[in-house]
């Protein structure tokens, strides 16, 4: 297995990130790697990424996290809970990504997940609730996640859920009322769908809902 370093270190105004281009299948941190606060993969390196490498967990700074498009990455063997600073995850575009680890759920500054067009993604984590911080959900275009978890009830800061186009998706949980911070829902597409709950009417803050 050959490995390469990444190379591209890039400035931004609220610091630094790496962003790899180049199409390498298998990667490594160097070894005095700097503050790095966004990582992204982006073109060419998307289509070849099949997994990532545990180097990523000593990014103790990572804030923003974007593995857009990584059609091979099938799963995410990472001790996330290591990433206690990331706010954001973005796995948009994984379409051969089948479970989330569990990992994912200590991370107690998380704020906004993406895994918009997540193909293969059938179901979420029982325990989904305990992203207690999290304010943005994109489960757009999940065309196999069938129902959502009772636990998603307990994301008391959420404010965005998207479900476009989630076809499999045949009901809500029963208490989905208790979402009192949702401002934006998007259920377009979600053709498989019965009637909306009464519960849906509780939603004091909600502005936004696509049907």
Avoid: W
Avoid at 20 to 34: A, E, G, H
Avoid at 130 to 157: A, F, H, R, T, Y
């Amino acid at each position: 297995m050959v490995h390469h370093k990444l190379r591209c270190i890039s400035h931004h105004k609220f610091g630094r990130f790496f962003l790899l281009r180049k199409p390498f299948r298998f990667f490594v941190f160097p070894s005095q790697t700097p503050k790095i606060f966004c990582l992204a993969l982006r073109k060419k390196a998307q289509y070849v990424v099949m997994c990532l490498p545990d180097s990523i967990m000593d990014l103790s700074q990572l804030k923003t996290f974007r593995l857009r498009n990584c059609h091979n990455l099938t799963n995410l063997l990472m001790e996330f809970r290591k990433l206690q600073s990331l706010v954001e995850l973005d796995l948009s575009g994984c379409s051969q990504l089948g479970c989330l680890p569990n990992s994912i759920m200590d991370l107690s500054q998380f704020k906004t997940f993406r895994l918009q067009s997540c193909h293969n993604l059938t179901n979420l984590l029982m325990v989904f609730g305990k992203l207690q911080s999290l304010v943005e959900l994109d489960l757009s275009g999940c065309s196999q996640l069938g129902c959502l978890p009772d636990s998603i009830m307990d994301l008391s800061q959420l404010k965005t859920f998207r479900l476009h186009n989630c076809h499999n998706l045949t009901n809500l949980p029963m208490e989905f009322g208790k979402l009192q911070s949702l401002v934006e829902l998007d259920l377009f597409g979600c053709s498989q769908l019965g009637c909306l709950l009464d519960s849906i009417m509780d939603l004091s803050q909600l502005k936004i809902i696509r049907l």
